[in-house]
């Protein structure tokens, strides 16, 4: 069970893990691209609007001293400024403008066609690595492609048609194309590491994390099965005795005293029931928030003295003892109800599991008699809480793996579960469920391993 809900713990934490890491890289890196495509149609639209020419703040920019404006009289240059040419126009010192630095890492060339197809001018003075048939047959592609702009190699292009002339424009992006392609790939090995990272870590506290959820679904099946035995015994009896009753009945010779026993033995049953329901309602409504019981200062130590007087009767008709170590003046915040019920809870399932006096020798008291078997009540103060202790020996030896399971609903150490000494098995479970509700800790534990020791700690007032 722990095995198969950690397995699907992992694949699903994996899975969302992986798919959020994927929109998280593929976002940032869909906001990179398009700030390189962005910032290279900025570039290129300096270019077309200043004739083909670096525009910097202040003018012209003529610091390039490798590229030389061409000639006036040239005219198959590109760059001529002649005001006539349809696709150099006068621009100028009104049009946009980049940075100096920008302009200095700017790389581009551009290619003119004519309507009839012949190329009017190639122009590669801005870039070391395109000759100009080179640049030709980039331009050539990038006609034939049927797009205004787009991405050839590492150039981007830009198709601008006027007056009969066919203007390509290509600007060199590859170190903006490198960047992201680091980028890209720094990302991806970053997500992949972290998930590799993330699921080593979630392998690790995998089957912490599901073993709560896995144990509660145990407790609900163990609960279902052991509740199903304790509604299915009475109801046996019930049925047997009413099956008796019809065989008297069709018989015709009813004898009262055997009738009224098998009702007796009906009632019995039903108020078993009956008390299981009360209980099982009970447990339920401490367990919710909403049905906390009302808190106020209570007198711990007059509440322990009382309920232990209260259960002497009982205690020597069983022909057991109950010993009492209560300090006085302890209070507490909580409900003076659930605390009674609390210690009442402790001590009822002593008497019914401690030895029975026939079979420890406690010895004699000054008179001679026979003294029983010891129930310890002990009620300290230690630091800040209040600490109740209720301990009775016991016939069958306890072992830590019993002791962890003695507050879960129906659970008892004999395996045998017959119901000799009466309950249910979830007397233990409502006191845990009392000490919850007033902010303590209760636990269970053994010195000798025939001795049953429960130990319940409430915050002082």
Not at 12 to 30: E, F, K, R, Y
Not at 49 to 68: H, K, T, Y
Not at 102 to 110: I, L, Y
Request: proline fraction near 4%; charge should be negative; aromatic fraction near 6%.
């Amino acid at each position: 069970m722990i095995k198969e809900l950690k397995r699907r713990f992992i694949v699903l934490a994996m899975a969302s893990l992986t798919v959020l890491l994927a929109v998280i890289v593929a976002g940032m890196n869909i906001i990179n691209y398009e700030k390189v495509v962005s910032d290279a149609d900025s570039r290129i639209e300096v270019l077309e609007e200043n004739a083909g020419r670096l525009m910097v703040p202040g003018g012209f920019d003529d610091q390039f001293e490798d590229f030389d404006e061409p000639d006036d009289d040239d005219d198959d240059d590109v760059f001529d400024r002649d005001d006539d040419d349809p696709l150099f126009g006068p621009g100028g010192p009104g049009g946009p403008s980049m940075s100096r630095d920008e302009a200095e890492e700017s790389r581009f060339f551009v290619v003119s066609i004519a309507d009839d197809g012949t190329v009017r001018s190639v122009n590669t003075d801005r870039i070391y690595s395109i000759d100009e048939s080179e640049a030709k047959a980039y331009a050539d592609k990038a006609l034939a492609s049927g797009k205004d702009e787009g991405f050839i190699d590492e150039f981007r292009y830009s198709v601008d048609e006027e007056g009969g002339v066919t203007r390509v424009m290509f600007l060199d992006c590859g170190r903006t194309l490198d960047s992201f392609r680091s980028f890209l790939r720094a990302s991806i090995a970053m997500s992949l590491a972290g998930l590799a990272a993330v699921f080593l870590i979630i392998l690790y506290f995998a089957g912490r994390i599901v073993r709560p959820v896995a144990e509660s679904h145990e407790k609900q099946k163990r609960f279902i099965t052991d509740a199903g035995h304790e509604i299915k015994t009475p109801l046996a009896i019930i049925k047997a005795n009413i099956d008796l009753m019809d065989m008297e009945l069709e018989k015709k010779r009813i004898d009262r005293g055997e009738l009224r026993e098998n009702l007796g033995d009906i009632n019995e049953q039903v108020d078993r029931l009956t008390g299981l329901t009360n209980d099982l309602v009970y447990l339920s409504r401490m367990e919710e928030a909403e049905n906390m019981p009302v808190m106020t200062e209570v007198p711990y130590s007059d509440i322990v003295d009382e309920t232990v007087e209260a259960f002497g009767p009982l205690s020597w008709e069983k022909g057991k003892a109950i010993s009492a170590d209560v300090e006085p003046m302890i209070t507490v915040k909580g409900s003076s109800k659930e605390l009674e019920k609390l210690l009442s809870i402790l001590l009822d399932n002593a008497l019914k599991y401690s030895i029975p006096p026939r079979e420890i020798d406690c010895g004699e008291d000054e008179d001679g008699m026979p003294v029983p078997p010891e129930i310890d009540v002990i009620l300290r103060r230690e630091g800040k809480n209040a600490v109740l202790k209720v301990s009775n020996k016991t016939e069958n030896e306890l072992t830590n793996e019993q002791l962890s399971h003695v507050f879960e609903r129906f659970y008892r150490t004999d395996s045998s579960r017959n119901s000799e000494t009466g309950g249910h098995g979830i007397g233990l479970s409502m006191a845990s469920a009392i000490v919850r509700a007033h902010g303590g800790k209760i636990s269970a534990h053994t010195d000798t391993g025939h001795d049953f020791i429960v130990t319940a700690s409430l915050p002082l007032a």
